[in-house]
């Protein structure tokens, strides 16, 4: 049993270092445990993660990893699309019908 908490501890870990996780999603996860949790992955430790016995909440803490990451993704595809729509230039052509600028 304490193995096994340890072991999913040492990923929730992990899961919680993906960029995507902020503040808002540790404030979900904190609802959900209802536990305070440091929102600052670079202490996060075995121990801090095994006391606020996240492992109770493992399967929600991986969803909120999941959607983090996958907000991630999304934000890094729109900065992408910006920043093409800011190179491209388009030229528009007056339509002409008979003769005639429109």
């Known amino acids: 049993m304490i193995i096994d908490d340890l072991r999913k501890s040492t990923e929730l870990i992990e899961c919680l270092k993906v960029d995507g996780v902020k503040e808002m999603h540790f404030r979900e996860i904190s609802e959900e445990a209802k536990v305070k949790i ?13 006391q606020l016995q996240l492992v109770k909440n493992d399967e929600f803490v991986r969803e909120i990893a999941e959607k983090a990451k996958l907000q991630e993704n999304l934000e890094k595809e729109i900065l992408k699309i910006e920043s093409t729509w800011k190179e491209y230039q388009m030229t528009i052509v007056p339509k002409q019908r008979e003769g005639k600028t429109v």
Do not use: G, Q, R
């Open 38 to 50: 440091n929102t600052d992955m670079k202490t996060m430790t075995l121990a801090n993660v095994m």
